[in-house]
């Protein structure tokens, strides 16, 4: 039997918090959800896809775990984070010392296929994708599962170009 996973990205973030307080690589990924993104989480989650569903699981990223928890409190769902949901690696060395949109305007231009001559240590497509479906295969026992995590996280099981936005879903079954 197949799982059916309700793919949703996260809502519309915000950044201004972390950008006063100087926050860099990962920290960025801290930003909450606008007004706007709060709104749109509550309206995703009156959608009829999420009947029946088991369980909602999550990115452990600001942005996707409050759209996720958003969810959770009006569907009434458990709601559990995994971490190898979160988002795409822009520098898999973790120092940081470059620039985030160079790396991702570099992974687009390669079409997510990882180089010897590429300047900077971005996560492949290949690489990402088979965090995801890692992640998504643990949950094989339930029927239908709420996945809220990244746009390019949900590409990743859709098809690399697939443009998504915010709290846009995608379904698939694994």
């Not at 309206?43 to 999420?50: G, I, M, N, S, V």
């Not at 699981?57 to 959770?72: C, D, E, G, N, V």
């Not at 949901?85 to 973790?94: A, G, I, S």
């Not at 949900?154 to 379904?171: N, Q």
């Amino acid at each position: 039997m197949n799982t059916k996973y309700i793919l949703v990205r996260h809502g519309e973030p915000r950044y201004d918090e972390v950008k006063e307080r100087h926050y860099f690589g990962m920290g960025y990924d801290l930003g909450k959800l606008t007004d706007n993104g709060i709104a749109q989480a509550e309206a995703r989650a009156k959608d009829p896809l999420f009947d029946d569903a088991d369980l909602i699981i999550a990115s452990p990223y600001t942005r996707a775990l409050q759209t996720a928890a958003i969810i959770s409190r009006l569907r009434n769902i458990p709601l559990l984070v995994e971490n190898d949901l979160h988002e795409w690696m822009p520098d898999t060395t973790f120092k940081f010392e470059l620039d985030a949109n160079e790396s991702y305007q570099e992974y687009l231009n390669a079409k997510g296929v990882r180089k010897q001559h590429h300047i900077y240590h971005w996560e492949s497509y290949e690489t990402l994708q088979k965090r995801v479906v890692g992640a998504l295969q643990k949950y094989k026992k339930y029927q239908k599962i709420i996945v809220v995590c990244h746009g390019i996280v949900m590409s990743t099981l859709t098809r690399f170009d697939d443009v998504i936005e915010y709290c846009g879903v995608r379904e698939i079954e694994l």
